[in-house]
T-cell receptor, first 113, second 113 residues
């Protein structure tokens, strides 16, 4: 199973772009990169995922390097409500196609006013 | 869409008692997952179901834990007898397909004294 490495914590000023890095140097060719976040006292929330192309949705952008060994989640205009633990996960394929998400320790992102 | 609904939100019980956690997945989702979160071990997958059938229960810690899904709209996780080390937040999640993002409930915080 490909493992991920993320910084333990990061700070970002409100209104600025928050760039969260993730290393996954052992990722396989058919494994996707997923990002989830967990706001205090809530369940994890899906943000975005990608295979090798950059992806963007209403919440964030995902930039994956050409060699796929690392990625960056970008929150373009961070707000106080974006304070959370952010998890970078490589999907482990399972029988019957269900994704087994293995959560690491994540990055604790604090948005400062 | 009300999302994944878990009950109760909080459960406090004494060692040796039976505990039953409940989950209602999002309507139409074919996959249901039970996770446990502790400070020491983070988020761990316990078991998941596909079309009400348990597929992988390798994460269930021991025989004291059991999970059922009698129909597509309801699942239970039972601990009998409970022990203090079972104290954790238990999350239920569902997904439309095996490759779709997971939608998590807000969890049940279990305290066993």
């Amino acid at each position: 199973d490909a493992k991920t490495t993320q910084p333990t914590s990061m700070d970002c000023a409100e209104g600025r772009a928050a760039n969260l890095p993730c290393n996954h140097s052992t990722i396989s060719g058919n494994e996707y990169v997923y990002w989830y976040r967990q706001i205090h006292s809530q369940g994890p929330q899906y943000i975005i995922h990608g295979l090798k192309n950059n992806e963007t949705n209403e919440m964030a952008s995902l930039i994956i390097t050409e060699d796929r060994k690392s990625s960056t989640l970008i929150l373009p205009h961070a707000t106080l409500r974006d304070t959370a633990v952010y998890y970078c996960i490589v999907r482990v394929p399972l029988i019957q196609g269900a994704q087994k998400l293995v959560f690491g320790q994540g990055t604790r992102l604090t948005i400062n006013p | 869409d009300a999302g994944v609904i878990q009950s109760p939100r909080h459960e406090v019980t004494e060692m040796g008692q039976e505990v039953t956690l409940r989950c209602k997945p999002i309507s139409g989702h074919d996959y249901l997952f039970w996770y446990r979160q502790t400070m020491m071990r983070g988020l761990e997958l316990l078991i998941y179901f596909n079309n009400n059938v348990p597929i992988d229960d390798s994460g269930m810690p021991e025989d004291r834990f059991s999970a059922k899904m009698p129909n597509a709209s309801f699942s239970t996780l039972k601990i009998q007898p409970s022990e203090p080390r079972d104290s954790a937040v238990y999350f239920c999640a569902s997904s439309w397909t095996g490759a779709s993002p997971l939608h998590f409930g807000n969890g049940t915080r279990l305290t066993v004294t």
